[in-house]
């Protein structure tokens, strides 16, 4: 893997586990399922260690999907420039880029 992956996965885990270094938002579906099972999500999310080939190809931990009783839930990390006008021209490179984790239903995506 190159350094660049390496920094870029380094960045997403810490927006990830401790939701520092970015933003995060949630769907209308996620809301709608309440205070206390949002805050279990993010606990979910913050320990998730099923990344493999079919979910993380480029080894970024940009992605991840599981069950949430009985509802299929996703999270994905995009990178876009600061001003949240494009895509960043650089995701290993925190001055130029703004994380966004988004918390979704699958059936929102």
């Known amino acids: 893997m190159s350094t660049d992956t390496d920094r870029i996965r380094m960045l997403n885990d810490q927006l990830r586990r401790h939701l520092m270094g970015g933003r995060a938002v949630m769907t209308p579906?996620?809301?709608?399922?309440?205070?206390?099972?949002?805050?279990?999500?993010?606990?979910?999310?913050?320990t998730f260690d099923d990344f493999c080939t079919a979910n993380d190809p480029h080894g970024e931990h940009d992605f991840g999907a599981f069950d949430y009783e009985g509802v299929e839930v996703f999270f994905k990390i995009d990178y876009f420039d600061k001003d949240l006008n494009c895509h960043s021209p650089d995701p290993a490179d925190p001055t130029v880029t703004t994380r966004v984790i988004t918390l979704m239903r699958a059936d929102e995506y």
């Open 29 to 46: 579906g996620i809301a709608a399922l309440g205070s206390e099972a949002v805050h279990r999500l993010v606990q979910t999310i913050a």
